[in-house]
């Protein structure tokens, strides 16, 4: 993580049948959009499935593809999105054909999913011991089939390193920006999800989307208070003094801010002093007991300790990745 690429960085996405058509489309938009100040691209994208036939896609019709399986012994990045194959969705292994096809991908290679793509990685147990997430309403499905991972349905995705797993659907968007970021600064990453017209970071998990029953009526929202608090980051933000502004009782606004968020406020405002860090590191020369006192985390030792977390690098070294980046 946090890397400059090279300009032949390859992506390469394993079509599963049946294959959420989707998710499959995720990747070569975001990889294949992304270019540097120059224009040129930054990655080479292809797609391919288990074998030359046509691959069935669930919105009821099949792709094929320009390139087989031997693709994959070529690929810095595979991807594999949500499928509905059978062995991994319903038995906890891999069919043959799938099984040979990920032996070919090289020991060095980042491997990402999308949604129900976990259930693959799962299966070859590339997710054992680690943490990871795919869409909530197949969580239980994927504790009972490997007990050995560490689910999150709570989160959009989840980045441990060489295996980066995300929730359902368009959590498959934040997945991909947020390598995009890693791989080489907000100002690539920003510019993709402009062009593809999507935020380039959402808040919270997907807990906020889980099936749940509707807070109750006049509760009113906590978007306006939100929208204040990240224009005062670098001020003290008390629960209470967020809970005044959003003219409810601190109970009220906690309940509703997690409803809402997914996050508790405590949590979120961390994360967004946390990110407006990153941003004042990757775009201005301010020291960095500065950055942190505008971001609100009070010292570069809270600063460093923060971002050592989120991305495994001191602030010194993020700002040297991602100033050379841009």
Not at 16 to 30: F, H, N, R
Not at 85 to 99: D, Q, Y
Not at 173 to 196: P, W
Not at 206 to 215: A, M, T, V, W, Y
Request: net charge neutral; glycine share 8%; aromatic share 6%.
């Amino acid at each position: 993580m946090c890397k400059t690429l090279a300009m032949s960085h390859r992506v390469v996405v394993l079509a599963v049948a049946e294959v959420v058509g989707y998710d499959l489309t995720i990747p070569p938009q975001v990889f294949g959009s992304a270019a540097d100040a120059a224009g040129r691209k930054l990655y080479d994208v292809r797609i391919c499935g288990l074998d030359d036939q046509p691959v069935r896609v669930s919105a009821g019709f099949s792709a094929a593809f320009d390139h087989g399986p031997e693709a994959l012994a070529e690929a810095d990045t595979v991807i594999i999105p949500g499928t509905r194959a059978w062995e991994p969705r319903r038995e906890g292994r891999l069919s043959p054909a799938l099984s040979r096809a990920l032996g070919l991908i090289p020991s060095g290679a980042r491997i990402m999913s999308i949604c129900t793509g976990a259930f693959v990685l799962g299966a070859a147990g590339l997710l054992d011991g680690r943490r990871a997430t795919t869409h909530w309403a197949y969580a239980e499905d994927f504790r009972r089939l490997y007990p050995r991972v560490d689910l999150d349905e709570q989160v959009l995705f989840v980045d441990e390193g060489d295996v980066l797993t995300s929730a359902g659907l368009a959590a498959g968007l934040d997945l991909c920006l947020h390598v995009l970021r890693a791989d080489h600064g907000s100002e690539v990453a920003n510019r993709v999800a402009r062009y593809c017209v999507v935020p380039p970071w959402r808040d919270g998990g997907q807990s906020q989307f889980i099936d749940r029953p509707l807070p109750p009526p006049g509760d009113g929202s906590t978007a306006a208070t939100r929208a204040w608090a990240l224009e005062r980051l670098h001020e003290p933000l008390e629960l209470a003094r967020l809970a005044e502004h959003a003219r409810m009782s601190v109970r009220t606004f906690s309940r509703r801010f997690k409803a809402e968020t997914g996050l508790s406020p405590r949590a979120w405002l961390t994360q967004q002093r946390v990110l407006h860090a990153r941003h004042l590191l990757e775009s201005t020369d301010l020291p960095i007991d500065r950055v942190a006192a505008e971001a609100g985390l009070g010292s570069a030792a809270s600063l460093r300790q923060h971002l050592n977390s989120k991305v495994g690098v001191p602030p010194l070294t993020y700002r040297r990745t991602f100033s050379g980046a841009s």
